[in-house]
């Protein structure tokens, strides 16, 4: 793992803005971004940590017309911009006027340059939160199946993603409390933490509730990823289609349709197979007893799991272990 200097360096490849450490009376790992002073006004503050989400304060007034880049490190960023505007150009596919109170969510990919482009005597004030894909799961206990194009939970390979909407009224509060803090000094890094992971859980709710963009075509093949992800660590107590439906945005026969088709099998055969399968391996990989094997993918009679064991393999689960 890298130290939080060369992260912060990293972060700002391509950047104009000059980094400084704030001074020691606010929280450990932060920065000031100042941008070139012929350009522009104000700061950026950074509240950075290679492994936790970072959370950025931009306050901007443009002198003239100017632009920075930026590299991409393969993050999610959560950007919430209050006031102001700002053009920002992510590669040459995505190019977004940012004029009123917007939430916008994008995944900038490695190397992938992203350039903010401000008018003459144009201002900002915007909130962002970073981090990178597969801290999403570790944070909130789930992969939001709502981001397209990602291969992997690490974003291996995915190409560059941008959601925008107005700006909720529940994380304009959220950005509002962080702007004006009124938190005992001690407690700082603690409280820009807390509310930076609030900010996050807020703006996911934003996108799993928007049932419009969760219908798309392209989150198909993601939604079936997700309920295999649910289906193969709970498989002696898998959750329903219509729960797994629930937490997509979509109806339990849209669910059901995207599953046969990505695996030729109903919801129900899909999960037996999945037991079969995870029991001929407890079965071959050592001496666990058949009623353990059995519990363990779900069975509570020894008898079913036997009838279902040799409708799969056509063999029994002893004949199983003897091969």
Known sequence: MINTDEFVRRLNGGSSFRIERADGSEATGTY????????????????????KPCLTIRK????????????????????????GSRRIELGSAHQHELTTPTLAVFYQ????????IWNRGANELSLSVGVWPDRLTSLFGFYPICFPNFSSLDGNKAEAFWYSRPLPYALMSAAEQL????I???????????????????SLSTLLSDGDFL???????????????????NLNNPPSLAELATTLGVSTQNLSDELRKETG??????????RMKRARLLL????????????EVGYAHTSNFCTAFKRQFATTPKGARGQ
Do not use: W
């Open 109 to 116: 990919p490695q190397g992938l340059n992203k350039r903010s």
């Open 215 to 233: 219908s798309r075509s392209d989150l198909a093949l993601n939604r079936v990823e997700y309920v295999k992800t649910m289906v193969d660590p």
């Open 265 to 274: 099998v109903s919801y129900a055969q899909y999960i037996t197979e999945r």
């Open 284 to 295: 071959e990989g050592g001496d666990t007893s058949l009623k353990r094997v059995a519990y």
């Open 60 to 83: 901007l007034q443009a002198k003239d017309e100017f632009h920075d880049d930026e590299l991409g490190l393969g993050r999610m960023v959560f950007l919430l911009h209050l006031s």
């Open 179 to 182: 702007l004006t803090p009124s």
């Open 32 to 51: 000031r971004l100042l941008p070139p002073v012929e350009h522009a006004l104000g700061h950026v503050v950074g509240y950075f940590d290679y492994e």
């Open 184 to 202: 005992h000094p001690l407690l700082s890094k603690s409280h820009i933490l807390i509310k930076s992971q609030e900010l996050l859980c807020l």
